[in-house]
Structure formats: C-alpha cells, structure tokens
C-alpha cells in the first residue's frame, strides 16, 4: 500500500560525502515523521536522524554537525545530506515513515536500506 524506495548509497572515502534518498509511493494521505535509521554489522539498529511534517529536525549526536536531514512534502521525499564520512557511519542506512494512508490507517513503513560503506 505504501513503497519506500532508497537510493544514493556507495562507496566513498574517509571525508568524502553522499546524499541519500528517500521516496514515498502509494497510497500516501499523509506523512508525519520521517527518519534515517542505520544498521552496523553486529550493531542494533539506530535512529540517525528525524524530521517532522513541519521541518523540525533531530539528530543522533554522533552525526550532528555532519549531516542534514531535510524533506520535499510535495515529492514526498526525504534526503540525507552526509558530509564528513568516517569508517564508523559504514552502515546499511534505512528510511522510516509514519504515513495516514488514504484509508485512514496510520502504520510505520520502512525501505529496503541501502549500503554506506566508508573506506580508504
């Protein structure tokens, strides 16, 4: 009913950056949050970074200052903006929604993830 689909993950350099993406398809009423989890190998996931329906926005402490959550609500798209790469944001990188369908019903969504690997 609903699609996430990511894209923009890669290989790059310690300090290089990428810009991952995030668009929501479907039955699409509303979306109220929505966030940037990651998950390291052997680590549980985690919460990276979140923003509201009105832009407010909220970080994990060890991406503030390097990354930038920001969203389009007429594409119903979410980007992460990742500048300062180091080896430990190596990590396969999830979008998450909490999306009002068209029927009225409120669930969480998630995307397919998409691999961020940091290395020289």
């Known amino acids: 009913q609903v699609q996430l689909v990511e894209s923009g993950g890669g290989l790059v350099q310690p300090g290089g950056a990428l810009r991952l993406s995030c668009a929501a398809s479907g039955s699409i009423l509303r979306i109220n949050v929505m966030a940037w989890y990651r998950q390291a190998p052997g680590k549980p996931r985690e919460l990276v970074a979140r923003?509201?329906?009105?832009?407010?926005?909220n970080y994990a402490d060890s991406v503030k200052g390097r990354f930038t959550i920001s969203r389009d609500n007429g594409k119903n798209t979410v980007y992460l903006q990742m500048n300062s790469l180091k080896p430990e944001d190596t990590a396969v990188y999830y979008c998450n929604a909490d999306v009002l369908t068209r029927s009225r019903i409120r669930g969480d969504y998630w995307g397919q993830g998409t691999q961020v690997t940091v290395s020289s």
């Open positions: 923003i509201t329906s009105d832009g407010s926005t």
